[in-house]
């Protein structure tokens, strides 16, 4: 369901998007509101699904997640019982921070996160290899990021 935002709650949702720990009152300064309509606007943005929820960004490197990857894959059967199965197992696997349905040459792309190679080596052939639906593995590891950006463009 598309919500249609006002240029407030447009500014609500950019503020909150660059320091989500900002006070109301202070949220209610910048935007030019008194706190009571202020958090009366928030709430409405979480409660419609606009503002899904709040988030501490972990530095990976600092808690020893060295080495991040994209995985391509495929599965033996484009079919909505291989697709259920994989998701519920992917959900299981911790190391495994993101999951897209993708279209084109592969049937998914996952974000997956390891403290080395060898924990990432094992990752790979313990878990995801034996995921009974998977076909296909394609690992892509990131070297650097330039850009990870949270927010999202606001029409």
Request: glycine letters at 4%.
């Amino acid at each position: 369901m598309k919500v249609k935002l006002d240029s407030t709650d447009r500014k609500i949702v950019e503020i909150l998007q660059g320091n989500s720990n900002i006070t109301n009152a202070q949220l209610a300064q910048d935007i030019g509101l008194s706190p009571a309509p202020t958090l009366e606007r928030v709430k409405k943005l979480e409660n419609t699904g606009v503002i899904k929820s709040y988030h501490a960004l972990v530095d990976m490197a600092s808690i020893g997640l060295g080495v991040c990857t994209f995985v391509t894959a495929s599965l033996k059967g484009h079919n909505k019982d291989n697709i259920n199965r994989f998701i519920k197992e992917i959900k299981e696997i911790p190391e495994v921070i993101e999951c897209h349905h993708v279209t084109g040459q592969y049937d998914f792309i996952l974000k997956v996160v390891a403290s080395d190679i060898p924990a990432y080596q094992n990752l790979m052939l313990e878990k995801l290899s034996n995921i009974e639906v998977v076909d296909s593995l394609q690992s892509t590891i990131i070297l650097s990021t330039f850009k990870d950006s949270k927010s999202v463009p606001l029409p």
